[in-house]
């Protein structure tokens, strides 16, 4: 299934017109089902689909079920901005960490309004309100902008919080923004994502090349590596070393992330400078599946879960 959706994945990178039909197809079915099925009842279902077991959200021992958990039973209104990539700007400059955010060049409401002829020769483009809606361009005169609009747009009319009840999505305004192309020394950027347990980093994730030959691997704080993976056809990085620009990354995502249970705070270096990426709150929106399995429950460990502030009904009905 995996190989199966690696290549689907290459194909609507080599055909616009199949993505385009592929993204809304997607949006009919998610949103349908947002509709007509609950989230208690949506996650039970997908968590059992995609992990191949019975989720425990009366006493969650994995970190898998923590983060569903959290998405059924806690709320803090800052993490909708927080995980918006254009909000999250004000959000980061409110905390005084505005010189982390990339250059912003443009931000649309609209597809059409965007003025190809007046951007760049490299830029980045994203959807403000999703994931993986993006596009890396290098040399905008070989993009098919016609067919990459449309795809856009398809972008504009979903929720990512259709796709796995992570409600924080379902309130935020769809954008495009377009950032400075980054580059570093592997001719893209390497992704350093720190995952933060009520406001300590504990886990490390670094990707690489991913565009072309992705590798990533899983380290603690201190870059020494866990022999685990989460993604069995991905090629697996070997070897990592803590510099002193990662530590500072590990105290700027400690502080960034004090507010919440838990977050992924990510960043890039380019040129000797930090950049801010992202921050997520439930990590492939809690679907995974670690290999091996004794790292969902290591994770999970670290996570303390807080006083539940939503749904208290089901709350209290699944404790009985």
């Known amino acids: 299934?995996?190989?199966?959706?690696?290549?689907?994945?290459?194909?609507?990178?080599?055909?616009?017109?199949?993505?385009?039909?592929?993204?809304?197809?997607?949006?009919?079915?998610?949103?349908?089902?947002?509709?007509?099925?609950?989230?208690?009842?949506?996650?039970?279902?997908?968590?059992?689909?995609?992990?191949?077991?019975?989720?425990?959200?009366?006493?969650?021992?994995?970190?898998?079920?923590?983060?569903?958990w959290l998405k059924l039973f806690y709320r803090d209104s800052s993490m909708?901005?927080?995980?918006?990539?254009?909000?999250?700007?004000?959000?980061?400059?409110?905390?005084?960490?505005?010189?982390?955010?990339?250059?912003?060049?443009?931000?649309?409401?609209?597809?059409?309004?965007?003025?190809?002829?007046?951007?760049?020769?490299?830029?980045?483009?994203?959807?403000?309100?999703?994931?993986?809606?993006?596009?890396?361009?290098?040399d905008k005169s070989t993009v098919d902008w016609k067919r990459q609009k449309r795809i856009m747009k398809s972008w504009l009319k979903q929720n990512l919080a259709w796709f796995g009840r992570e409600w924080n999505y379902a309130g935020q305004k769809p954008r495009i923004i377009i950032e400075k192309y980054l580059e570093d020394d592997s001719g893209e950027l390497r992704d350093f994502k720190f995952f933060c347990f009520n406001g300590e980093p504990q886990v490390l994730e670094v990707d690489e090349?991913?565009?072309?030959?992705?590798?990533?691997?899983?380290?603690?704080?201190?870059?020494?590596?866990?022999?685990?993976?989460?993604?069995p056809d991905m090629q697996q990085l070997k070897s990592f070393e803590i510099k002193e620009i990662h530590r500072e990354m590990t105290k700027l995502a400690r502080e960034i992330s004090k507010p919440f249970p838990h977050a992924r705070v990510d960043f890039y270096e380019c040129n000797g400078k930090i950049y801010f990426g992202e921050i997520t709150f439930?990590?492939?929106?809690?679907?995974?599946?670690?290999?091996?399995?004794?790292?969902?429950?290591?994770?999970?460990?670290?996570?303390?879960?807080?006083?539940?502030?939503?749904?208290?009904?089901?709350?209290?009905?699944?404790?009985?």
């Open 1 to 68: 299934m995996k190989s199966f959706k690696n290549t689907l994945r290459k194909f609507k990178k080599k055909n616009l017109t199949f993505a385009y039909f592929w993204n809304e197809y997607k949006r009919f079915k998610w949103n349908l089902t947002y509709k007509f099925q609950s989230d208690y009842s949506f996650i039970c279902r997908q968590y059992k689909k995609e992990c191949k077991r019975e989720i425990d959200l009366k006493n969650p021992q994995r970190f898998t079920e923590k983060l569903q």
């Open 80 to 138: 909708t901005a927080a995980s918006d990539k254009y909000a999250v700007r004000e959000y980061l400059n409110n905390l005084g960490y505005g010189e982390l955010l990339n250059e912003l060049i443009a931000v649309y409401d609209n597809v059409d309004d965007i003025d190809v002829d007046a951007l760049p020769e490299r830029f980045v483009l994203k959807a403000s309100h999703g994931s993986g809606w993006n596009l890396i361009v290098k």
């Open 209 to 231: 090349l991913r565009m072309t030959n992705h590798k990533r691997l899983y380290a603690d704080i201190d870059g020494n590596i866990f022999p685990m993976y989460d993604a």
């Open 282 to 320: 439930f990590d492939s929106s809690g679907f995974i599946v670690y290999e091996p399995d004794e790292y969902d429950f290591i994770f999970g460990k670290d996570l303390k879960l807080p006083e539940p502030n939503y749904n208290l009904e089901l709350y209290k009905k699944i404790q009985n």
